[in-house]
């Protein structure tokens, strides 16, 4: 891998992941497209990574706050949001891997990704913090998180806007959506370190796999900070727009 693939995966990687437009998605489009090759596992684990690391220092006040008092009910609802995720993510893994194949499918899931962030913008009308969170809530969104896995499904985005959905305030749905994704990424990073292990050719990490990786830390950050942004100031449908034309143009080239 040159060291421009790195960086040009790692941008990918660290807004995509944290934009709602679908991560895997984009890589989608990149390999069928740009004709740029699946990275290998010793790539894929580091940008993980730098996406993990991105989250942590943009929420690092809730972190700590976790960690000084790692029983309080914020850690509870993180839990429950996490549970299904990872049970969706078990049983339907070979189902989705099939589905990274196709363009088509990935197409119409955008649309319904900018379906979700339409109905969530639109149905904003409660107020509630995290103290006034429950457990349903959490399941809901940890469900809505499982659905992410499918390729084109933005998993900040559809997290998001079932927060919204559920009555959250914009503050506290942003917020849970980014903590809840952390036992993911350290989950699938850490998974996907013990393939590494096993697997001694991989083990060689190459400067290019480090550029990356910063480049997927920082650039990850900036989409976090941004994503705030755009909540604060009710924009989501600029994104379900953004999700339809991309989807619309995927399924038309492939259908004519």
């Not at 890589?27 to 940008?47: D, K, N």
């Not at 927060?163 to 699938?188: H, K, M, Q």
Request: aromatic share 10%.
């Amino acid at each position: 891998m040159s060291v421009w693939e790195a960086i040009f995966l790692g941008l990918v990687q660290g807004l995509t992941e944290f934009l709602p437009v679908s991560s895997s998605a984009h890589l989608v489009i990149a390999q069928h497209y740009l004709h740029i090759s699946t990275p290998g596992l010793t790539f894929e684990i580091l940008v993980h990574f730098g996406t993990l690391v991105a989250v942590l220092v943009a929420f690092r006040k809730d972190i700590l706050s976790l960690f000084r008092k790692p029983f309080q009910r914020l850690t509870y609802l993180i839990i429950i949001g996490t549970v299904p995720t990872a049970i969706i993510g078990l049983v339907f893994e070979s189902y989705v891997e099939q589905l990274f194949g196709s363009v088509l499918a990935v197409g119409f899931m955008l649309l319904v990704t900018g379906f979700f962030l339409w109905i969530g913008e639109t149905l904003v009308s409660g107020g509630k913090g995290t103290e006034e969170m429950s457990f349903r809530d959490a399941l809901f969104i940890g469900i809505a998180q499982g659905m992410a896995v499918t390729p084109g499904i933005s998993r900040s985005g559809i997290t998001i806007s079932a927060a919204l959905v559920r009555g959250l305030n914009r503050e506290t749905a942003a917020r849970y959506s980014f903590l809840v994704v952390i036992p993911v990424i350290l989950g699938a990073t850490i998974l996907k370190g013990a393939e590494l292990l096993s697997s001694p050719a991989s083990r060689e990490i190459l400067s290019p796999y480090l550029i990356g990786t910063a480049v997927a830390a920082i650039s990850g950050y900036w989409a976090i900070k941004s994503l705030l942004k755009v909540l604060r100031e009710g924009k989501l449908r600029y994104f379900s727009v953004y999700c339809w034309l991309l989807g619309l143009i995927l399924i038309i080239e492939q259908l004519t």
